[in-house]
């Protein structure tokens, strides 16, 4: 009678119901975006290095997008990351100057070169994958490296000044105006890859990550999401290089490096895959500790940085995210018990 009534299915709506839960921001999410609002007063003295945090932690959830949630594995991703921000130096250093729109520019830049690779990268294995993104990485670096007259190969390219954020906010020396804008669009693209994970295109995505062919036999088309998440997941990227470029005001060729994907793989790895938070906390952990083990042992930071690396992956199998999520599961079991 329900269905003659126009009331769907209980099933179905137990299914929107769940997807509508999926899609509330949780309170602990707010508080997240919360604190690191708090940052820029609680810690006014840090706040180039917190920016610096972001940047990263941006460029991971780019990652996490194609390796968490559609399962494309990449030693390369870093080539997205310094097309924005070799584009957002280009435009400054020749004369747009407008933040805004030089990081709509260059996170385009980056989105259509990862929409042309996509039809390279997105063929074969995961071992075939891995050896073609990293190629066409070196192959950006190598170029980039060549073309010293304007790039600055090694040198990097100098001579890069921003204009005011809408006409109004200098970036100054200690970075309170780059902190708070490159929250403001690290927030938005946040929203952005949060509502498209959420949706029921992210649960497609997760099938495909899965199972291809029981994708396809569904009606999934396999091709056209793996294609759409990588030159998204290209454009944040691009969006994070740009960010760099404009708040340090200068562009070095490490921003094309492989250490660069290496460490970024590494961050999302500390902070949990297909979370979407894992990579900001991957990156804000994988930072400090590299800060604080270098003020330590400025020789041998990376022996101790190595061992914390093993003992992470060992005892936090899917990353801090992973662990607190078990600690919570426990405590909530053990609840249980004493009220049974």
Same mark, same amino acid.
Not at 19 to 22: P, S, T
Not at 143 to 159: E, F, I, P, S
């Given at each position: 009678m329900s269905v003659l009534r126009g009331n769907p299915p209980s099933g179905a709506a137990r299914h929107l119901a769940a997807?509508? +839960?999926?899609e509330r921001w949780k309170p602990v999410e707010i508080g997240f975006w919360l604190a690191l609002l708090g940052v820029y007063f609680a810690f006014p003295t840090s706040l180039v290095f917190a920016s610096q945090?972001? @940047?990263?932690? %941006?460029?991971? /959830?780019?990652?996490? /997008? @194609? %390796?968490?949630?559609?399962?494309? !594995?990449?030693?390369?991703? +870093? +080539?997205f990351f310094g097309v924005g921000a070799y584009v957002a130096g280009f435009l +400054?250093?020749?004369?747009?100057? $407008?933040?805004?729109?030089?990081?709509?520019? *260059?996170g385009m830049a980056a989105a259509i070169v990862g929409y042309l690779t996509s039809f390279i990268v997105l063929r074969g294995s995961d071992l075939t994958r891995l050896m073609i993104t990293l190629g066409i990485g070196l192959l950006l670096y190598e170029? !980039?490296?060549? *073309?010293?007259?304007?790039? &600055?190969?090694?040198? &990097?390219?100098?001579?890069i000044e921003m204009s005011k954020l809408f006409g109004f906010f200098k970036f100054d020396l200690y970075g309170k105006t780059a902190y708070l804008y490159v929250l403001g669009i690290s927030f938005l693209m946040f929203v952005l890859a949060r509502a498209l994970m959420h949706a029921?295109?992210? /649960?497609? %995505?997760?099938?495909?990550? $899965?199972?291809?062919?029981?994708?396809r036999a569904i009606g999934i088309? !396999?091709?056209?999401?793996?294609?759409?998440?990588?030159?998204?997941? *290209?454009?944040?990227?691009? !969006? *994070?290089?740009? %960010?760099l470029t404009q708040t340090t005001q200068f562009v070095g060729i490490d921003v094309l490096s492989f250490q660069r994907s290496a460490d970024l793989l590494i961050m999302l790895i500390i902070g949990g895959t297909a979370t979407l938070y894992g990579g900001f906390i991957g990156a804000a952990a994988f930072l400090l500790a590299q800060d604080r083990l270098a003020d330590l042992n400025a020789q041998y930071w990376l022996f101790w940085l190595g061992i914390l690396l093993i003992v992470m992956t060992l005892y936090l199998r899917g990353g801090i995210l992973g662990g607190l999520g078990r600690l919570l599961l426990l405590l909530t079991r053990l609840r249980k018990r004493e009220r049974a």
């Open positions: 997807l509508q +839960a999926r945090i972001l @940047i990263t932690g %941006l460029f991971a /959830l780019s990652l996490d /997008l @194609i %390796l968490g949630y559609a399962g494309i !594995v990449t030693l390369g991703h +870093a +080539a +400054a250093k020749y004369g747009w100057q $407008e933040p805004l729109t030089g990081l709509l520019v *260059a170029l !980039v490296n060549r *073309a010293t007259t304007l790039t &600055g190969g090694v040198d &990097g390219m100098q001579g029921p295109y992210g /649960l497609s %995505l997760r099938s495909v990550r $899965e199972n291809q062919t029981r994708a088309p !396999v091709r056209a999401r793996l294609t759409n998440i990588y030159t998204f997941a *290209a454009l944040i990227a691009g !969006v *994070a290089g740009a %960010l």
